[in-house]
């Protein structure tokens, strides 16, 4: 019987990143599952999903082989300046990154374009042990004592001694191998554009809280209506309501801008175009155990968080390089003793990271005045006590339980 090594389910970013931190580091046989037929991508240009890397996540992008200055500059934009403020309170706080001994605080990606990116390097690989099926999806999984059986929409089955499931957050596989989530949802939902504005962002990003969530603008010069920005460009995150969802997507682009600029303010000067919206519900979810016999889960199939402070990716792209590194010393990828050493050392990360983005949800998403004057304060008190400040820095950028030498 032949048994491959690691059959990864999900041909999504994280898979994808993982199949080549794998094939870089490694010698594992390596079978990729995509469900997407190749023909079927979104295109850079199409996408509104753009993502925030925090630099550690860079760092290890770049430790795997994955080159992002390849991307052209409308799908690339630094982070060098953050200022999260509170909607009509005094709370403000300003992160500049040379204060910390960083270039940058990371990048602003494309989501679509690091995925293109990622799995050509991996089609043009030499490395005969890698096999991307594509589309094909899971029929079922079934387990013995020394590898897993997985049989596929295609028919063919597969023996592998180690399965990882990347495939999103709403994937039934979890449950087939008696993982549990926990799911809570928020009541809200993100509204995805890209826009142009009259100022220039100076690499700027802000997090602006509101009483119905988080509104996030990132550096991100983006096409809109064939017109390319030119350092005006950003990619926004708009948390709202779910019950405004309806009404702020019916909005002609006109009163769009005028109902964003209200809640955002002039701090990149006027908005001048915007482009389509889309929207996704927003919720808390995660697996109560992230390992299970022969199986493992990394990226959303992990945990799915809220993408106020842009922990989500990162935290996934963590899982990522933990697994790839436990896996590089380890004769059988699937062994208990391997995938327990896996979860025990994203422990501590996964719990911090999900407590932080679900307290900031919580505490900064109402306006219950105790609540409102408490933030305010924690805000100013970043900003004032130096410490604190680096702590935050630590947490979001991926360092905080990593050792961190750049200045901090």
Known sequence: MNCIDVVIVGGGVVGNVLAKGLVESTDFSIALLDEVAPDNHISPAQDKRVIALAQRTVDE???????LEKLQQQNLGAIKHIEVSDKGWLGLTDLHCQDYGLD???QVVSLSALTKLVGESL?????????HYQPVSVT?????????????????????KCVVLADGGRSPLSDSVGISRTT?????????????TAKPHEFSAFERFTNSGPLAFLPYDCDINGIVSQGTGFSVVWTVDSAQKDE?????????????QQAFGYRAGQILRVSDRVSYPLALRYAESITSHRVVLVGNAAQSLHPIAGQGFNLGLRDITGLVNTLASASDPGEYAVLQAYSQTRQKDRSATISLTDTLVRVFSNDYLPMVLGRNAALLG???????????????????????????
């Open 61 to 67: 992008l770049h430790a795997f082989g994955i080159a």
């Open 104 to 106: 940058s605080f990371g």
């Open 123 to 131: 089609t043009t690989s030499p490395e005969s042990r890698f096999k």
């Open 140 to 160: 079922s999984v079934t387990r013995v004592t020394d590898y897993a059986e997985v049989v596929l929409s295609s028919g063919e089955t597969l023996h592998a």
């Open 184 to 196: 809570e949802d928020y009541g809200q939902t993100a509204i995805i554009c890209n826009l142009h």
């Open 248 to 260: 702020i997507l019916s909005l002609s682009d006109a009163n769009f801008i005028h109902a964003l």
């Open 382 to 408: 970043l900003s004032a006590i130096k410490s604190a400040k680096s702590a935050f820095v630590r947490q979001t950028t991926g360092f905080g339980t990593h050792t961190f030498t750049k200045g901090m």
